[in-house]
């Protein structure tokens, strides 16, 4: 006799209701209704085998299983004599997802977050995950300001058991931020109160920073701004009792309203320190600049007891605890603090790991490391160690954290993560002028071969103006202690013409091979020498500047000069490619020896200052100076080792070399100068969300270039040092570091050769 189990009877299961069934064994099981879905995938789901005895709880388990998987809308277990049939109604797959109106969002961007909450093509539609996705994705329009966006959903049945997905928006007009009010302050002027905050109404480029788009995330910082400008002004009982945001009927304006209380202003009455006092009093005293007397402010009493603990770091103590209590009086307006000092345990460093470095080699990365393993834990080591090793240059983001070591309350483990960026360039160097049009160099070199942290580079320039090839090696620790070895070979022709360049005519090729060292002699310092062996040919014209036929008719057209170099640089820069702070100077100098045929000396030196102003904001200071001659029976500089100036990494607005004494013949032809001077004022900013990659600043450049002395042979120029202010944008692009300028000069001359736009390219390969 056939029995049928039907939903009824199942539901009843469910219910706890009892109904006759006769258990059986099962000799056969069939699966119907299945599309997609494989029948092995429905037997391993299920809790019945051939063979096994079929009861009332072997029926409830089996729908509850199949039911659990979500792939199926619909389950029916019927029974035909000793075979159970197993009848599915597959829950449709989705075929599509479909975006209309959605300006605001990348659609794969949004197409990838609904993947991770399980909603994306070729998945089983689940309704309930698609409200959640709808409700998800109106968050995420509400959080960029827009309070009116519409979002409507609809699913279209397909054939095969298939539905498409389409999300109709009408997103509507960020709301905007027409006021902010401060109800109860009354020691400072709303409007200076409201210059701390991120948030603001409309103004002349919140189209581009939407900053008068509201969040909630961003007026919870900007109310702990406030809350710091207060308590640095010592307002020690300052509280915000309420903040009310109001939106309009529309959804397109938003209404801040915060209260506060002020409290009344303190002075600090003492500072004593108490505890496990490790440090000498003179170690402290420059420690805590708070003294009796003084406005408390929150921000240098967080310092000070960071200073402390950083200095308790110095000598091993890793996790120093130092807290600042107050007591205060305020009849009198008064306020005392004890700083407790428990430096804890010492500790030493058991292990630095190092990672993310497939190509770069441990020991490159190592022998930066001024912390040492086995030693006492230095956070200035460490510190110093992360500075290192991120002026390898070698890296994109550089990170250093440190975790007790589980069951020893005295070791640490220090844990060095890089990223590696690529450091093979293909360097392009491009400028336009009506006068030159397009002028082209490049080069190759890879900084890191083969993740030896060697310099290996091979230029190469084949335009009209400077050919040239050259081979240049550098091994930085040519021995362990950091003496750096390097060997230059090189070729260069150089051939000056009015249609790319305004320099003076004639024809020169150079042959030379230079060995150098470099000294540390501190963290931060070092020294170099060098010597070298230099041939240049020099070919000259009628048309020829008179002091280039000068120069030939008394030294000759083939020289020989054997120079010794040398420098001091000094880097304390936080970053190699986009510092914020430091200094970086570098002193140099070029002396050939009376063993060639010419005997002459060049010097230059380069100061260059970064001063954080804020977290985006950074100032910069560059000087230069270079001077030369000659000595002995040479009287002057060879003026093929002139200084120039003028260009993208100089005097901005001024085409290259183009600054200095002008020919007589040739208006417009430069002969360079034994002296010149550089000055750059520039004001950086990082853009949001790609501070470490690209960078924007406003300049001021000046400089000019110098001949030794005047002569009736130079034509009459002014010899005022040019300006040049503009904007320019450095980024670390996917295809290399790119340069862009445009300049405006500020006391052009009659004959100077202007460039407003100027841009140098770095392909990374």
Not at 292 to 317: C, M, V, W
């Amino acid at each position: 006799m056939n029995k049928k189990l039907s939903v009824l009877l199942l539901t009843a299961l469910f219910s706890g209701v009892s109904a006759a069934f006769e258990p059986f064994i099962v000799r056969d099981i069939r699966v119907e209704g299945i599309q997609r879905t494989e029948a092995g995938t429905v037997f391993s789901y299920l809790p019945v085998k051939v063979g096994d005895t079929f009861d009332e709880a072997g029926a409830s388990q089996a729908l509850k299983a199949l039911f659990a998987t979500g792939f199926f809308k619909d389950v029916r277990i019927e029974v035909e004599g000793e075979v159970l049939v197993v009848a599915l109604e597959e829950r449709p797959a989705i075929a599509k997802i479909e975006f209309t109106g959605m300006k605001e969002f990348e659609k794969d961007h949004i197409l990838k977050a609904l993947k991770e909450m399980g909603l994306s093509e070729t998945q089983i539609f689940d309704r309930s995950l698609l409200e959640r996705a709808e409700q998800e994705l109106k968050r995420q329009y509400l959080i960029r300001g827009k309070y009116g966006v519409k979002i409507t959903t609809t699913t279209t049945p397909l054939e095969r058991n298939r539905i498409s997905i389409n999300f109709d928006l009408v997103e509507g007009s960020a709301a905007k931020i027409r006021s902010i009010h401060i109800v109860g302050a009354n020691s400072f002027r709303e409007k200076d109160l409201l210059k701390e905050f991120e948030q603001t109404t409309p103004g002349l480029f919140t189209w581009y920073t939407k900053s008068d788009q509201y969040s909630r995330q961003k007026l919870s910082a900007d109310l702990e701004k406030l809350r710091s400008y207060y308590m640095d002004r010592g307002y020690l009982e300052f509280s915000i009792d309420s903040t009310q945001v109001n939106i309009s009927p529309d959804k397109q304006d938003i209404y801040i309203t915060i209260n506060v209380t002020e409290g009344a202003r303190f002075r600090i009455s003492s500072i004593k320190l108490v505890g496990e006092l490790i440090l000498t009093e003179e170690e402290i005293r420059p420690l805590v600049p708070l003294q009796p007397g003084q406005i408390f402010a929150r921000k240098t009493l967080n310092e000070t007891t960071k200073a402390i603990a950083d200095k308790l770091s110095e000598r091993g103590y890793a996790f120093a605890n130092v807290n600042a209590a107050p007591d205060i009086d305020k009849e009198k307006q008064l306020v005392a603090f004890t700083i407790f000092v428990d430096p804890g345990r010492r500790v030493y460093v058991r292990r630095i790991n190092v990672a993310g470095n497939t190509r770069t080699r441990d020991e490159v990365i190592r022998r930066e490391l001024r912390q040492m393993e086995g030693g006492w834990y230095n956070a200035e080591q460490v510190r110093i160690s992360r500075q290192r090793v991120d002026n390898l240059d070698y890296f994109t983001e550089v990170t250093v954290d440190t975790e007790p070591v589980p069951g020893m309350a005295d070791q640490v483990d220090v844990n060095l993560a890089v990223t590696e960026k690529p450091t093979g360039n293909l360097m392009l160097g491009m400028g336009y002028s009506k006068e030159e049009r397009v002028v082209l160099s490049g080069g190759i070199s890879q900084n890191n071969f083969l993740g030896s942290g060697k310099h290996l580079g091979l230029n190469v320039n084949t335009s009209e103006l400077n050919r040239s090839i050259s081979l240049a090696y550098t091994n930085p620790y040519f021995t362990t202690n950091g003496v750096s070895q390097g060997l230059d070979i090189y070729h260069r022709t150089f051939k000056p013409s009015s249609s790319y360049i305004s320099i003076g005519d004639y024809e020169s090729a150079t042959t030379g091979a230079g060995l150098r060292f470099s000294f540390p002699i501190s963290e931060y310092q070092s020294v170099g020498l060098g010597i070298g062996f230099d041939q240049t040919r020099i070919k000259t014209y009628a048309e020829s500047p008179q002091r280039y036929i000068d120069f030939v008719e008394q030294y000759g057209t083939n020289n020989i000069a054997i120079p010794l170099t040398g420098w001091w640089a000094s880097n304390t820069r936080d970053s190699a490619y986009f510092p914020t702070k430091g200094i970086y100077q570098r002193l140099s100098f070029e002396f050939a020896t009376p063993a060639g045929d010419l005997t002459y000396w060049k010097s230059s030196y380069q100061y260059r200052q970064y001063f954080p102003l804020s977290k985006t904001f950074t100032f910069m200071v560059n000087g230069e100076g270079g001077i030369g001659n000659g000595y002995g029976s040479q009287s002057e500089l060879p003026f093929y080792k002139n200084f120039y100036a003028g260009g993208i990494n100089s005097v901005r607005g001024y085409a290259s070399s183009s600054l200095g004494p002008v020919d007589s013949k040739y208006t417009s032809e430069r002969l360079g100068g034994n002296r010149r001077i550089i000055g750059n004022a520039e004001l950086l900013w990082g853009v949001p969300g790609y501070d470490r990659a690209l960078r924007m600043s406003a300049f001021f450049d000046a400089g000019q270039v110098y001949p030794k002395s005047r002569s009736t042979i130079d034509r009459d120029y002014d010899d005022s040092i040019r300006t040049s202010t503009g904007l320019a944008l450095s980024w670390l692009s996917p295809v290399g570091p790119i340069k862009v300028s445009f300049a405006r000069p500020l006391n052009k001359k009659s004959g100077d050769n202007t460039e407003t736009f100027q841009f140098q390219l770095g392909s990374v390969f």
